[in-house]
């Protein structure tokens, strides 16, 4: 590595900006068990204070997602200075309209339109907590859909959701966006109203410059290349933001980078290569986990090492090769040379980032030297769960 590449890429990887959710740091688990663990937080200021941990010992998560209302205080605002003075931000703002008896057929899209009205004020009160904490992003979500052939109009629906989120739309701030999620399926099994990618462009489009799209790594189905659609919607100016994490089978919600590394690096370099990687390009690099069995803090700083890991692999890769390679019709070279990137150690780079950073090069050791989960698992009885089965 040439002298100018290394302060290059270490300069990237100094700038880089991942959010954690305080949802990773609660109790969670599957439909089947939640395996409590000692000292998770009670209450949201707890989780923003777990996720300022983490951002102590990694230098790059200096932001954390609510989810409303699994983070539901009175004030927002001393919420955020409370955030300020642990040393992070807080960042989007996470709608839930999935989690109450009204939504059995859908919020949004329910047929219902008193229902539509409650799910569409909860965004809207989304929006005005946003003003408060001064998060730029409103994360939407939805999992209305139908589970049998003839139970709803599959168009009606989209004009029901529609209609919700051009109102939602019309009371964003000038500084303020948008951002939908797609998800294949789950809870809904027939029909889910935003499924893929191209629905939630098609709506995004449509609504404006401020409405943008999501990926949330685990919604799609076995074998997606999603690299192809972080290209597409780069190129389109519509790639809003990440829930990053990784998955064998479904939605599952586990670290990131380790069911399949290679992917990762393969997103990331669709993103080095478009030139946004920089927080300043926009695009907001969320994690989306829940840490059923393992330790959540560790979890939280494994993943964002991990997602540095990519980045940095991403920076490495010689374009001017790579660019070479494919303008003459070399296949193999042209793949040899992300391989190669793909393929080096960046472990010794990144613990040279962090001692420049004037951190430990080692943060998992670091953070179990700190005796922060002793200290928490004395202070705090009856954690919470992260929302899912609350
Ligand atoms: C849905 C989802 C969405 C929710 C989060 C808790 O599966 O990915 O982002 O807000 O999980
Ligand atoms: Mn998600
Ligand atoms: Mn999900």
Redesign the pocket.
């Known amino acids: 590595m040439t002298p100018e590449t290394r302060t290059r890429v270490l300069d990237a990887l100094r700038r880089q900006h991942i959010e954690l959710p305080s949802?990773a740091f609660g109790n969670s688990g599957t439909r089947f068990k939640v395996f409590p663990q000692e000292g998770v937080p009670r209450t949201p200021q707890e989780k923003i204070a777990d996720a300022a941990t983490v951002h102590r010992f990694t230098g790059v998560a200096p932001s954390v997602a609510l989810?409303i209302p699994w983070d539901k205080v009175d004030d927002y605002a001393a919420l955020s200075a409370y955030a300020a003075s642990e040393g992070v931000q807080l960042g989007a703002i996470?709608s839930?309209v999935f989690q109450d008896n009204d939504y059995k057929l859908g919020s949004v899209t329910n047929p219902d339109a008193g229902v539509r009205r409650k799910a569409t004020d909860h965004l809207l009160e989304c929006v005005s907590i946003m003003d408060a904490t001064g998060s730029r992003d409103l994360?939407l979500?939805f999992s209305d859909g139908t589970n049998y052939p003839g139970q709803d109009s599959i168009r009606g629906r989209q004009d029901r959701l529609a209609a919700a989120l051009s109102e939602v739309y019309d009371r964003l701030g000038d500084e303020q966006r948008m951002l939908l999620?797609y998800?294949l399926f789950?809870p809904a099994f027939y029909t889910t109203d935003v499924p893929d990618w191209g629905t939630a462009y098609a709506h995004c489009l449509r609504l404006g410059g401020k409405a943008q799209v999501v990926i949330?790594t685990?919604?799609h189905a076995p074998g997606t290349n999603i690299e192809f659609i972080v290209a597409f919607l780069l190129r389109e100016g519509k790639l809003g933001a990440f829930?990053f994490n990784s998955r064998f089978y479904a939605?599952d919600?586990l670290m990131v980078g380790a069911a399949d590394p290679f992917q990762l690096f393969r997103i990331m370099f669709e993103i080095v290569s478009a030139g946004a990687l920089d927080p300043d390009y926009g695009i907001a690099f969320m994690l989306?986990q829940c840490h059923n069995i393992e330790a959540k803090i560790p979890a939280v700083i494994r993943s964002v090492m991990n997602v540095q890991e990519a980045t940095a692999k991403a920076l490495l890769v010689d374009v001017e090769a790579l660019a070479d390679a494919q303008a003459a019709g070399e296949v193999l070279d042209a793949n040899a040379v992300l391989m190669d990137a793909y393929n080096t150690d960046v472990r010794p780079l990144l613990r040279d980032l962090r001692e420049d950073m004037g951190l430990d090069p080692e943060p998992l050791k670091a953070y179990a030297r700190s005796g922060y989960a002793e200290k928490v698992k004395a202070d705090r009885v009856g954690g919470e769960q992260a929302?899912w089965g609350a």
């Open positions: 949802w989810h996470n839930n994360k979500w999620e998800k789950e949330d685990g919604h829930d939605d919600d989306d929302g």
